[in-house]
């Protein structure tokens, strides 16, 4: 069971690194084709201008060989990147403590109402990921049947929202797991924002 769970945290861990690298370097590369572009097309004028027919002639061949790369759909998935790499984060935030929360008055009460409160919001939180999963499960379903495609990238649309009843369900379990430990032993994650993997606290710098 413990592999099991290990498995999954690498598996939640590695989507969400996994989107966010790949949108960064599209968006990279789109930047600088798109400024690439433009540039060249002034170095051309430029050549042309100081008599330079040879590198203006080397320039725009240059320039029309990037034109011919078209990165339109870069930002079609990019939004479909960051999509789903927020479904994902949001159960990983279950699961590590990162998500905001007011906890003014669960900390004002009694040990045994903090427990009760902090079990029903678990709990609440189970059931509306749950209900939003099931929801989403049936549209992912529905949308199969229909055959329809993304504008740009002509990719299914099921495949694109596949993201909402895969992140919904897992921020469900996710819930169900803090609950379930926090029945346990009363303890709830919480996020170290000064933690870097692989370093003990003992072995930070003072």
Known sequence: MKALLKALDRFEETVIATCIAAATL???????HRYSLSHLGQLVGWAKGAGHPDL???????YFTLATVRLTWAQELCIILFIWMAKFGAAYGVRTGIHVGVDVLVNAVSD??????????????????????????RFVWHMIGTGQVSPTLEAPMWLVYLCIPLGSYLMCFRFLQVARRFHGTGELPRHDAGHVSGISREERPA
């Open 26 to 32: 599209i968006i990279f590369v789109a930047v600088v």
């Open 56 to 62: 203006a002639a080397s320039l725009k061949t240059l």
């Open 112 to 137: 045994t109402w903090r427990r009760i409160l902090v079990l029903t919001s678990l709990a609440a939180g189970a059931l509306f990921t749950a209900i939003v999963g099931t929801l989403g499960a």
